[in-house]
């Protein structure tokens, strides 16, 4: 029995990425991998202990944006009256530490009502009540988002709910809850049932050991930034995260803070939510929204208030995929930027799901500002050719003779953006001649915010 049951947690636990294929939008990547979709079949527990199978492409590999539930689990064209069972395949799965606990918790989920265990995170500062999403809500949801948080933080496995929760408000409720509380990085989103929640860790001790590890690097980044404005602070997590982690899919706590903070291993979620936390230890007003790419495929990024007006902020897409991780690469395209030039570019279905039950988890704040954009306050925002030609020459000498990959301005419109762009080899002939360790230069330039990168390779 016991054996059976390690084979089903395998593929509950299976690590697979809340947003499957958030890596970069841009598809040029001197070096890169590939940053197809991983795509997979996996096997889940139903409640009744029958194993059910969610087809390639269906609702289970990408929960934030297609929440499932445990009496209806579908893909796009799937039908919630329920699944089929199916047979049990073997699944490759990376188990977490206490993996038997986990295994015990779910062999006895049904007779279980709740778990005893005191908060681990009592002391965390941040009242949910403050955060933008749950102000969004009305009064029978923000009652709910409570309730999950609470089970939550005291790793319940039950939470009871009357039939006026609905199997749409749950998925709305949680998801929102599970967005804005980074803290909360044992907690899994690879199942989302009404009444139910599911973990990644349950063990006290060693949820406290890896709290600990946490707290240790964001005293790190936090001393860092202490003293500086908002927007300094902004740019020393967005490069902190950048240059300290790899992007990868599927593996461990990569969905979550411990992943960006300690083992350098994350997904988009897990760079959205690292950045969240970080701002929510500063007292830097933020949230997580969630997304697709052009594709289809599910992101999440954050949105971030400086000096009185909001802004989109974009990690994962600032952190260059590649095959050999460059310590010395990030970008800043997508460092506080309007919604203008992202939304419905790079950027689309604004916080909404849109597979399975279509629900919006809220509307956030409209991003109006380019006040506080990285190439404005940096001074490397061009108006005419000139100015442009001059600027991008001596970004790309200041890079190799530094030997960092970018070399990246903006500009303000898109008639000097394709004057300068027309010539890019130009520009490569032009910087392996004036310093010969730049092997090729690549371009990353981007036509939605005007960005001109010029990538080097030595």
Same mark, same amino acid.
């Given at each position: 029995?016991?054996?059976?049951? %390690?084979?089903?947690?395998? &593929?509950?636990?299976? =690590?697979?990425?809340?947003? +499957?294929?958030? #890596?970069? /939008?841009?598809?040029? @990547?001197?070096?890169?991998?590939?940053?197809?979709?991983?795509?997979?079949?996996?096997?889940?527990?139903?409640?009744?202990?029958?194993?059910?199978?969610?087809?390639?492409?269906?609702?289970?590999?990408?929960?934030? %944006?297609?929440?499932?539930? &445990?009496?209806?689990? =579908?893909?796009?064209?799937? +039908?919630?009256? #329920?699944? /089929?069972?199916?047979? @049990?395949?073997?699944?490759?799965?990376?188990?977490?530490?206490?993996?038997?606990?986990?295994?015990?918790?779910?062999?006895?989920?049904?007779?279980?009502?709740?778990?005893?265990?005191?908060?681990?995170?009592?002391?965390?500062?941040?009242?949910?009540?403050?955060?933008?999403?749950?102000?969004?809500?009305?009064?029978?949801?923000?009652?709910?988002?409570?309730?999950?948080?609470?089970?939550?933080?005291?790793?319940?496995?039950?939470?009871?709910?009357?039939?006026?929760?609905?199997?749409?408000?749950?998925?709305?409720?949680?998801?929102?809850?599970?967005?804005?509380?980074?803290?909360?990085?044992?907690?899994?989103?690879?199942?989302?049932?009404?009444?139910?929640?599911?973990?990644?860790?349950?063990?006290?001790?060693?949820?406290?050991?890896?709290?600990?590890?946490?707290?240790?690097?964001?005293?790190?980044?936090?001393?860092?930034?202490?003293?500086?404005?908002?927007?300094?602070?902004?740019?020393?997590?967005?490069?902190?995260?950048?240059?300290?982690?790899?992007?990868?899919?599927?593996?461990?706590?990569?969905?979550?803070?411990?992943?960006?903070?300690?083992?350098?291993?994350?997904?988009?979620?897990?760079?959205?939510?690292?950045?969240?936390y970080l701002c929510d230890?500063?007292?830097?007003?933020?949230?997580?929204?969630?997304?697709?790419?052009?594709?289809?495929?599910?992101?999440?990024?954050?949105?971030?208030?400086?000096?009185?007006?909001?802004?989109?902020?974009?990690?994962?897409?600032?952190?260059?995929?590649?095959?050999?991780?460059?310590?010395?690469?990030?970008?800043?395209?997508?460092?506080?930027?309007?919604?203008?030039?992202?939304?419905?570019?790079?950027?689309?279905?604004?916080?909404?799901?849109?597979?399975?039950?279509?629900?919006?988890?809220?509307?956030p704040p409209a991003c109006?500002?380019?006040?506080?954009?990285?190439?404005?306050?940096?001074?490397?925002?061009?108006?005419?050719?000139?100015?442009?030609?001059?600027?991008?020459?001596?970004?790309?000498?200041?890079?190799?003779?530094?030997?960092?990959?970018?070399?990246?301005?903006?500009?303000?419109?898109?008639?000097?953006?394709?004057?300068?762009?027309?010539?890019?080899?130009?520009?490569?002939?032009?910087?392996?001649?004036?310093?010969?360790?730049?092997?090729?230069?690549?371009?990353?330039?981007?036509?939605?915010?005007?960005?001109?990168?010029?990538?080097?390779?030595?």
């Open positions: 029995m016991k054996k059976r049951y %390690a084979a089903l947690l395998a &593929a509950v636990l299976m =690590t697979l990425s809340m947003f +499957s294929a958030c #890596g970069s /939008s841009d598809k040029n @990547e001197a070096e890169s991998g590939s940053e197809d979709a991983v795509s997979t079949s996996i096997n889940v527990i139903a409640p009744e202990g029958d194993v059910t199978t969610v087809p390639d492409g269906g609702e289970f590999n990408d929960p934030a %944006a297609s929440y499932t539930f &445990a009496n209806g689990e =579908t893909n796009a064209s799937g +039908s919630e009256a #329920g699944l /089929s069972t199916e047979t @049990e395949a073997s699944v490759a799965a990376t188990l977490p530490p206490n993996h038997q606990d986990i295994v015990d918790m779910i062999q006895n989920a049904e007779t279980a009502v709740t778990t005893t265990k005191a908060p681990v995170m009592k002391d965390y500062n941040v009242d949910c009540t403050t955060r933008y999403g749950y102000n969004q809500l009305n009064d029978a949801e923000k009652k709910l988002y409570k309730q999950i948080l609470e089970a939550a933080k005291s790793v319940e496995i039950r939470i009871d709910v009357d039939d006026s929760v609905t199997n749409e408000m749950w998925v709305k409720v949680f998801g929102c809850m599970y967005l804005q509380e980074p803290q909360l990085f044992w907690l899994s989103s690879q199942r989302v049932t009404k009444g139910r929640l599911w973990y990644w860790e349950i063990d006290p001790e060693l949820i406290a050991s890896m709290q600990k590890e946490i707290d240790t690097a964001a005293a790190k980044v936090i001393g860092q930034a202490e003293g500086k404005s908002t927007y300094e602070k902004l740019k020393i997590f967005h490069d902190y995260i950048a240059l300290n982690n790899n992007f990868v899919k599927e593996q461990g706590f990569n969905q979550t803070i411990y992943g960006g903070l300690v083992s350098g291993e994350i997904q988009c979620e897990g760079y959205a939510k690292t950045m969240q230890l500063s007292g830097i007003e933020s949230m997580i929204v969630v997304g697709t790419n052009e594709s289809g495929d599910s992101h999440a990024w954050n949105v971030v208030k400086v000096d009185g007006k909001w802004y989109n902020l974009d990690t994962t897409w600032d952190d260059p995929i590649l095959t050999n991780v460059d310590k010395t690469n990030v970008r800043h395209r997508y460092f506080l930027v309007p919604d203008e030039w992202i939304h419905n570019k790079s950027h689309f279905n604004v916080n909404k799901k849109v597979t399975g039950t279509k629900v919006t988890y809220f509307n109006t500002s380019e006040d506080m954009n990285y190439f404005k306050v940096e001074k490397k925002l061009y108006t005419d050719k000139a100015s442009a030609d001059a600027a991008l020459k001596e970004a790309l000498k200041k890079a190799a003779d530094s030997k960092l990959r970018a070399a990246e301005i903006r500009v303000s419109s898109k008639a000097v953006y394709d004057e300068i762009t027309a010539d890019l080899k130009g520009y490569a002939t032009w910087i392996k001649s004036e310093r010969s360790s730049v092997k090729s230069v690549s371009s990353n330039c981007d036509p939605n915010t005007l960005v001109i990168e010029l990538d080097l390779v030595y």
